[in-house]
């Protein structure tokens, strides 16, 4: 490794950080990260933090998982890269595809299609999901709903779904065809509704009407991430996603779940879709499948979708889609360590009883801090704190007071992850009681340097 003051001196120099401003790299050098350990990392002074933010949702199993190293190691010597193209496989993706379709079984997806990460995955379900009408001969069904504040990742077709505008303004005109809907967000909706359930249903009403405007027969899915994640943290109303399936088969459309950050544990239940009572016809997955340890994801999908692609006799269900890296078998080594690992930790477990603990203490700083004008959450280890200047008014933090309690966290020991006006929160789910107050701690020790005290 080069020397601390080398690092420092060609920080972000010759390289551009995705979702940043090349010049605010320059004038605010990142942290440079350089060893990790259980659940904390550090940097190249040696400065150690809980890693609050795991990752990027998907270091579930911490920083020092051996049996997912392990793996990678021994499958590197073993046979370290063959395509999965037609043709060819390896003993890997076949030992995996079975681990996912027990793994799935419950969310009725058994098929498994896999990419090289999450928006890889959403390209290629959004993808599949028109292909599934052509085949059956409904090739007027091209179009895509999605949700508004939704994150999908930044491929063209993914971008399109996206509701940000931060993903999408700089690189219109995006695709045509995709079409948004409000998010169920009670603190900022266009009904001014604060009720979850009633803004549910207003929601629902929205993407009914939606649905008739564009014509049902024009449209291929919907997709959804079952708690809106880099959005901000959004859980929906427990009527919310179930309401979206029931429109969704009455009209024909295929519900898609992105459950990129959802999948393998972190809502508390296994899969997001689950923990709302739901089966979707296709899954996109990705993060958490390797621990990040290797780039990889994996498209599930439901039987009676697979059953029109399989039983296709015209040829129209040829697969026009993959990558050179589907299906590595490094990454599908990772993979089946990784969810042994899961289910041996049975990590569901300890996200809910660690995220019910971070709740109540992030409820604990709200009563505390004016600057928290909403906490969101409440659904194992993710939660998010939306900072306000006035809370009558909800505007909006500026920058400088959220960089604050960043640097004020991350001084008195927790990495946490800045998103606009949004603190979020994803720590591993391996993540012990004492971390979580340590986590707790670093917030108040920010948030009271950000409101001008100690
Ligand atoms: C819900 C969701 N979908 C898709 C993606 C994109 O995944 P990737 O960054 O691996 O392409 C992300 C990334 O955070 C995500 O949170």
């Known amino acids: 490794m080069k020397d601390a003051n080398f690092l420092k001196a060609h920080n972000a120099k010759h390289l551009w950080h995705p979702m940043s401003h090349p010049a605010d790299s320059l004038a605010n050098p990142p942290d440079i990260i350089v060893e990790a350990e259980g659940v904390e990392i550090i940097d190249v002074d040696g400065h150690r933090t809980v890693d609050a933010v795991g990752g990027l949702w998907n270091v579930n199993l911490g920083y020092s998982c051996d049996p997912v190293k392990q793996a990678i190691r021994a499958q590197l010597d073993r046979l370290p890269y063959y395509s999965i193209f037609r043709g060819t496989s390896n003993d890997n993706v076949i030992e995996l595809a079975e681990m996912l379709r027990d793994f799935f079984e419950p969310d009725g997806l058994s098929r498994a299609f896999f990419t090289s990460g999450g928006s890889d995955s959403v390209e290629v379900a959004l993808r599949l999901a028109r292909q599934y009408h052509k085949i059956r001969g409904e090739a007027g069904r091209v179009k895509f709903l999605s949700l508004k504040k939704g994150y999908h ?89 179930p309401g979206v399936r029931e429109i969704c088969s009455k009209h024909g459309i295929l519900l898609i779940a992105d459950e990129v950050i959802t999948a393998f544990g972190r809502t508390g239940s296994w899969t997001g879709c689950r923990h709302w009572g739901v089966q979707p016809d296709m899954a996109c997955t990705a993060k958490a499948i390797t621990n990040g340890y290797f780039p990889f994801g994996a498209v599930m999908i439901a039987d009676h979708v697979a059953e029109v692609f399989e039983g296709d006799t015209s040829g129209k269900a040829a697969i026009g889609s993959g990558y050179t890296y589907s299906g590595h078998p490094v990454g ?39 600057l928290i004008g909403d ?46 006006p949004n603190i979020i929160l994803s720590p591993p789910l391996v993540v012990k009681e004492g971390h979580v107050e340590t986590m707790l701690a ?8 950000a409101s001008g005290g100690d």
């Open 153 to 241: 990742g930044t491929h063209t077709l993914a971008a399109s779904v996206n509701g940000n505008a931060n993903f999408r303004t700089q690189y219109e005109p995006l695709m045509p065809g995709c079409h948004h809907i409000p998010a169920p967000y009670p603190y900022r909706n266009p009904f001014n509704e604060t009720d979850p359930a009633r803004l549910a249903q207003l929601c629902l009403a929205a993407l009914e009407d939606e649905i008739r405007f564009q014509d049902p027969a024009t449209i291929a899915a919907f997709i959804m991430e079952p708690v809106l994640g880099a959005g901000g943290v959004i859980p929906p109303h427990e009527s919310f996603m």
């Open 332 to 370: 599908a080594a990772a993979a089946i360590a990784c969810l042994r690992e899961t289910a041996r930790l049975q990590v569901k477990d300890n996200a809910a009883a660690r995220g019910a603990q971070m709740f109540a203490g992030l409820q604990a700083l709200q009563d505390k801090h004016p």
């Open 375 to 420: 906490l969101r959450g409440g659904h194992g280890l993710m939660c998010a704190l939306e900072l306000v200047s006035d809370r009558a008014g909800k505007t909006p933090v500026d920058k400088k007071t959220i960089g604050t309690v960043h640097r004020v966290a991350y001084e008195t020991g927790t990495m946490i992850r800045v998103s606009g």
């Open 442 to 449: 670093s917030l108040d020790a920010g948030l009271s340097a």
